[in-house]
């Protein structure tokens, strides 16, 4: 028999895989997040991002986003075009808002993340507050989420410490963590993102729709309520 009462909510951990340059993670972390108020006080989410680099060989400068598509899919401008037209209005649906015309370069994201890990070392409320301000500065405003100036900035605009988040980047902190995430994510199998693992065992893949999260966050609820002592 359950010592659990019926009215107490089911305690769920979601490791977020995904990257800060990846438009898909970003729809999919909107429909997370959706799917995370609907169930409401049914299920406590206990959310995690694990790192994952798209391009972990871009140089500082940067590539021009439109060339950097086209020669790493193998399609046409036209269709790299066609390809953000079609995400700005799968963000707009969701309520996030995608500028492809000011996200004119794809960068390195290794120096986020280290910081995404820091965040995280704090709560994971300081590390969602810090992905949801990347993912609008690189998205919505066209910032260069590899500078540790504006990644500084981000930091604090997220709530975080400024100077403490200088110290993390200047110092080369947490790059063994990040190396370590992606390792473990590869040896999970995982070759693209966004990968949602709910409650250690369930996997959903790409930016799904706000009901296909709750599905699987009720699932696995289900699953969890059954085996509980």
């Known amino acids: ?111 986020a993340h280290r910081l995404l890990y820091w965040a995280g070392q704090q709560s994971p409320s300081q590390q969602l507050a810090l992905k949801q301000t990347l993912l609008r500065a690189y998205f919505s405003d066209g910032q260069d989420i590899s500078s540790p100036e504006i990644l500084v900035g981000l930091a604090a605009q997220a709530g975080l410490d400024g100077d403490r988040a200088r110290e993390v980047l200047d110092s080369g902190r947490y790059a063994k963590e990040v190396r370590g995430q992606e390792e473990l994510n590869t040896v999970r199998g995982i070759n693209a993102v966004p990968a949602v693992i709910i409650d250690r065992h369930l996997l959903v893949q790409g930016g799904q729709p706000p009901a296909v999260f709750e599905q ?5 609820a289900g699953k969890r309520s059954a085996v509980s002592p």
């Open 1 to 111: 028999m359950s010592t659990q009462s019926s009215s107490s909510p089911i305690p769920l951990r979601i490791d977020f895989v995904s990257d800060v340059s990846c438009p898909w993670c970003a729809i999919g972390l909107q429909s997370l997040q959706q799917a995370i108020e609907r169930v409401g006080d049914e299920i406590a989410v206990d959310l995690h991002f694990a790192a994952f680099e798209l391009n972990p060989q871009m140089p500082p400068e940067g590539q021009d986003a439109i060339e950097h598509l086209t020669v790493k899919y193998g399609i046409s401008a036209e269709q790299a075009i066609s390809n953000g037209e079609a995400i700005r209005q799968r963000g707009a649906q969701l309520g996030f808002v995608f500028d492809m015309g000011r996200r004119r370069k794809v960068y390195n994201t290794f120096d």
């Open 216 to 220: 699987a966050l009720r699932q696995a």
